[in-house]
């Protein structure tokens, strides 16, 4: 069965750095993208970036880029996306994806982490 | 590459409702768009993929099609239930992005 299993939540102070992280199982983790989908609070889906571990070629969300930075360990079959100065506008939950080369269908979503930046 | 979707669509139980998803730039036929249903506090779940498939465990009530004239996608659900109320979300990709649609939510009154 494919999984992704995400950490918990967060509660950070603006400026503070964040790193979350999603653990992909029960498939072939170097062949498929990990991507991340922003939701914040009451609003739309936004997808921000993915990453594929095959190779670790990055895309993101030209209106994103810059805020976030997204890595994966392949040993460890997990992705993260990272922030160095949180803003209280990244409170949201974030999900990660997994789709693969050929056709951006997220066919499968971990269950969210909800970060929260607040002074 | 945006997608546009009505923001709400509210229908009775038993009806029959569509839910467009406009292209903005390009073919929407150039790569295929998935749908997506979210109920309040879970996360997404996919209804159609590839334009028109439905996962394994999504009711034939569900379908997805394609209008390349008027550059846009469609999602369906026949025969209304109370369950299917919830958020959809269309979703493409180009060569280098994934989109979403902003979402409609759905009212079965």
């Known amino acids: 069965e494919v999984q992704l299993v995400q950490s918990g939540a967060e509660v950070k102070k603006p400026g503070e750095s964040l790193k979350i992280s999603c653990k992909g199982s029960?498939?072939?983790?170097?062949?498929?993208?990990i991507g991340w989908v922003r939701q914040m609070p009451g609003k739309g889906l936004e997808w921000m970036g993915s990453i594929y571990p095959g190779d670790f070629d990055t895309r993101y969300n030209p209106s994103l880029q810059g805020q976030v930075s997204i890595s994966v360990d392949k040993s460890l079959t997990t992705a993260y996306l990272h922030w160095s100065s949180l803003k209280a506008s990244d409170t949201a939950m974030y999900y990660c994806v997994r789709h693969s080369p050929a056709v951006w269908h997220y066919d499968s979503w971990g269950q969210g982490t909800l970060v929260t930046v607040s002074s | 590459f945006m997608l546009t979707q009505p923001h709400s669509v509210s229908e009775s139980p038993g009806k029959t409702v569509t839910i467009s998803c406009a292209g903005s730039?390009?073919?929407?036929?150039?790569?295929?768009v998935q749908w997506y249903q979210q109920r309040p506090g879970s996360a997404p779940t996919t209804v159609i993929y590839?334009?028109?498939?439905?996962p394994s465990g999504v009711p034939d009530r569900f379908s997805g099609s394609i209008d390349i004239s008027s550059n846009s996608a469609s999602l369906t659900i026949s025969g209304l239930k109370t369950e299917d109320e919830a958020d959809y979300y269309c979703q493409s990709y180009d060569s280098r992005n994934g989109v979403f649609g902003g979402g409609t939510k759905l009212t079965v009154l």
């Open positions: 590839e334009n028109n498939y439905r």
């Open positions: 029960g498939y072939s983790f170097t062949s498929y993208w």
């Open positions: 730039s390009g073919s929407i036929a150039s790569n295929y």
